[in-house]
């Protein structure tokens, strides 16, 4: 059974920086794409990052390029999501995703076969 579990969400002034992370089980975390997206009360869930089975290559929305990283350790069977400099506008529930497509940093959800139950960011003014 594959599960992916975030953690690392909670409450945050703007300029502050928070650390997300994502365990991975029951797959091949080395063999998948990885990705974080997020979803704000309203909205659709939106991509933030994607990140190749290797490593090599990531995808930032514009919205978060400059301030957040994305990395993995494949030993660890971990994603992480490094946000500084955070923004009100950040406020959301944090979710990864896998893909079964390794070499593809690919934005649509739809590619993502499995999630993760989300952690929640909010950031205050």
């Known amino acids: 059974q594959v599960q992916l579990v975030e953690s690392g969400g909670g409450l945050v002034q703007a300029g502050g920086s928070l650390r997300l992370s994502c365990a991975a089980s029951g797959l091949t975390f080395s063999s998948y794409g990885m990705a974080w997206f997020r979803q704000a009360p309203g909205n659709e869930r939106e991509f933030v990052v994607a990140v190749t089975a290797n490593g090599g290559s990531t995808s930032y929305a514009d919205s978060v390029k400059g301030r957040f990283t994305i990395s993995r350790d494949n030993a660890r069977n971990t994603l992480y999501l490094q946000m500084n400099s955070l923004e009100t506008l950040d406020t959301a529930v944090y979710y990864c995703?896998?893909?079964?497509?390794?070499?593809?940093?690919?934005?649509?959800?739809?590619?993502?076969?499995?999630w993760g139950q989300g952690t929640q960011v909010t950031v205050s003014s």
């Open positions: 995703a896998a893909s079964p497509i390794q070499y593809s940093t690919r934005r649509d959800p739809a590619y993502y076969n499995y």
